[in-house]
């Protein structure tokens, strides 16, 4: 063994990385389970935000018979970086991987336009973060004494940073940011939400505990503007004589704790589907036969 081998053997036993080891095992144990995004109720968010997405781009289909859409599961980052090289030759410049790609949950629906160029309208992604609501109503307690009715949140949602930059990148071209977040879970509640146990002890999870709401590490993605909001056309915003152009994330959770259903989900993507429509809608002329733009209305 050389001795970069040795060097690297030593340090993953040193004792700063066998103590995060120990730790993220005792984190598993006292949760009830892997803290991470990849439970199962995680796990079916994400199928529910694939299948949807696919559902709404029937229904797009269908509404604008006129325009040819595809669905993506992926998009590779060599292609971010030829978007960014089409607007400054000094971006995009950096790639280590050939093959590195992102894989939003939902996948990435486009329409082709006047030019035959492929124009994202929709890219979705799910987050499923905290089983308080679920352990508490079941009866079971968490902690390293099993005495606690919630856990610490986790950070598993702070992944969510690096797809939505991703996509930033690769329509930084454009004047429309189609990226929708849909959370769920008890590390995204808005509103304090009462439980009550098989003993009929009632627990209240209190939506502003900084323990438990992981929100505000989601809103950097869009500029702390309102959550539960399309805000898929862009904001400019004046700073130094200068208008700087704002890609905000949709942020929509289910504050009350509850589970997201299909209906709700395919009405948001669908609202900021046309948005993306209309934005686009100059270069889709041609195929729209001069008609003007037909909105669906956002059903509550």
Sequence with gaps: MGIAESAWDTRRKSPSNLLNAFR???????????????????????????????????????KFPMLT???RKDLQKKEINESLQRIDKCLGQTLFVGNAKIK?????????????????????????QGKDIENIAKGVQVGVKSDQDTMI??????????????????????????YVLFLEGSNFLTQNVDITRPDGRTVTLDYNAGGLNRLDRLTAANYGMPINTNLCEN??????????????????????????????????????AQTSLRMLEKDLSRQLGGLPFNWEPLMP
């Design 24 to 62: 993220l095992t005792e984190q598993q144990k006292v949760g009830q389970g892997p803290l991470s995004i990849f439970h199962s109720d995680a796990q079916e968010h994400d199928k529910e935000v694939n299948s949807t997405s696919i559902i709404a781009m029937r229904r797009l289909k269908a």
């Design 69 to 71: 859409f595809r669905y």
């Design 104 to 128: 939003p949950d939902g996948g990435i629906i486009e329409v082709k336009d006047d030019n035959d160029n492929w124009r994202v309208v929709l890219v979705t992604e799910a987050k499923h």
């Design 153 to 178: 949140a986790g950070n598993a949602i702070e992944r969510a940073h690096k797809n939505i930059s991703e996509i930033a990148n690769y329509m930084l071209a454009e004047l429309h940011f189609p």
């Design 235 to 272: 904001r400019f915003a004046l700073c130094h004589g200068a208008r700087i152009m704002l890609q905000a994330a949709s942020i929509y959770t289910k504050g009350e704790g509850g589970h997201w259903d299909n209906k709700h989900m395919t009405d948001i993507m669908i609202e900021v």
